[in-house]
């Protein structure tokens, strides 16, 4: 069974910074395009950051460009979002997510999710 499992996430200051990583537990899920979702209290999920199964081609939510950067290890099985310049609304419990097949080039819509991590909770204090 797939599991994604993050970690990284905690308490910053306005303008701190925090890596979120991911480990996916399936090798399979190397050739898979993933990314990161975010989900604020009161709120809907949203889209964070992807990149393709190859890793070259990324994408970034507006709120979220210039700041945030995804990346990934693909012998590792690791996914990465290094997150710079946090702000109060940077607040949320952000999620790995993997595409439901291989060999996508993006991950931008929750529809198109089919693997799930179990969350990691990032609080930005003003």
């Known amino acids: 069974q797939v599991q994604l499992v993050e970690s990284g996430g905690g308490l910053v200051q306005a303008g701190g910074s925090l890596r979120l990583s991911c480990a996916a537990s399936d090798s399979t899920l190397k050739d898979y395009a993933m990314g990161w979702f975010r989900q604020a209290p009161g709120k809907e999920r949203e889209f964070v950051a992807a990149?393709?199964?190859?890793?070259?081609?990324?994408s970034y939510a507006d709120s979220v460009k210039g700041r945030f950067t995804i990346s990934r290890d693909k012998a590792e099985n690791m996914l990465y979002l290094q997150m710079n310049n946090l702000n109060p609304e940077d607040s949320a419990v952000y999620y790995c997510?993997?595409?439901?097949?291989?060999?996508?080039?993006?991950?931008?819509?929750?529809?198109?999710?089919?693997?799930w991590g179990q969350g990691t909770p990032v609080t930005v204090s003003s």
């Open positions: 997510a993997a595409d439901s097949g291989p060999h996508g080039l993006t991950l931008a819509t929750i529809r198109a999710v089919g693997y």
């Open positions: 990149i393709s199964w190859f890793g070259a081609s990324t």
